[in-house]
């Protein structure tokens, strides 16, 4: 056999080898397989009024609670190196879902004997400062997730990330009863967007000015950093003009910042589904 045919048939071997350990790859190879959790939300959370509102049945979180234990491990097992050569999609879903299930767990260490998650905190430390959570070869707290790894990393420059994570509290955005996917994220997080902004409980037009939720006011400044053209809470608050129940002259006096912004109080009474016992 001539030395040519040899390398041909080399690289025809090469080439096979390649696509077998494609295959037989892990799936957390390009991103964290998601349908454990996917199927925990699908199954505890309950959607009201369209999806502009959802409860969470923490009581039946805790009767699934190895499940969602399991899926806390695979998130803990992704190293640093890892999560580093995954896309930008595939990481932002992954650090939302690892946010919110990890929020559910810390509900669980003290249902049902809490009124808010505000309890599993302290006089010295927030509940969200607390460092339990093994992701990415670091102990880390639910404040390090979001306002580190997500908001901090200027990775990603996405502020609809405030609508998919969740608080456990009314106030919050809803829990998503599906998992974040990085091939849909870009439709899920507009759709969370579109129906928290369309709820009149948090965000609405009162006379000539506009009341929304004090996630603006907390975080305005990655409303005003240039996404999709918004330098201005006005202006993005413009863009879901349609969710909020603007017209078209109303969204352009916001965005030229001729109409004041008002910040509605907070509620942080429990998401939790009626009737499923204990405080909450």
């Not at 003009?241 to 509620?267: P, Q, V």
Request: net charge positive; aromatic share 10%.
């Amino acid at each position: 056999m001539c030395f040519f045919m040899r390398l041909i048939m080399l690289h025809r071997l090469l080439q096979t080898g390649l696509l077998f350990a494609a295959a037989i790859l892990p799936s957390h190879a390009a991103g964290l397989e998601q349908s454990d959790w996917d199927a925990l939300l699908k199954k505890h959370v309950v959607v009201l009024r369209g999806g502009q509102v959802t409860q969470v049945d923490y009581a039946g979180f805790k009767t699934d609670r190895a499940a969602l234990q399991q899926y806390l491990a695979a998130t803990s097992g992704v190293g640093r190196p890892e999560f580093d050569r995954w896309s930008k999609p595939e990481q932002l879903a992954f650090l939302l879902n690892a946010y919110n299930a990890w929020t559910v767990e810390l509900i669980l260490t003290a249902y049902p004997d809490i009124s808010s998650i505000k309890d599993l905190g302290s006089l010295l430390q927030s509940p969200w400062k607390k460092r339990f959570i093994p992701l990415l070869n670091k102990t880390r707290s639910l404040d390090n997730i979001e306002h580190g790894l997500i908001r901090g990393s200027g990775r990603y420059n996405e502020p609809r990330v405030h609508f998919a994570a969740n608080c456990a509290s009314i106030g919050c955005p809803a829990l998503r009863p599906e998992a974040y996917v990085a091939e849909r994220l870009d439709v899920q997080l507009d759709d969370a967007t579109r129906k928290f902004l369309s709820d009149r409980s948090r965000n609405r037009l009162d006379g000539d000015a506009l009341k929304v939720s004090s996630i603006f006011k907390w975080y305005r400044g990655d409303f005003e950093q240039g996404w999709r053209g918004a330098n201005s809470l006005g202006s993005f608050l413009a863009l879901y003009r349609e969710a909020l129940g603007l017209s078209a002259e109303s969204a352009n006096r916001l965005a030229a910042g001729k109409m004041d912004i008002d910040f509605l109080n907070y509620d942080w009474r429990p998401n939790a589904a009626s009737g499923k016992g204990g405080k909450w």
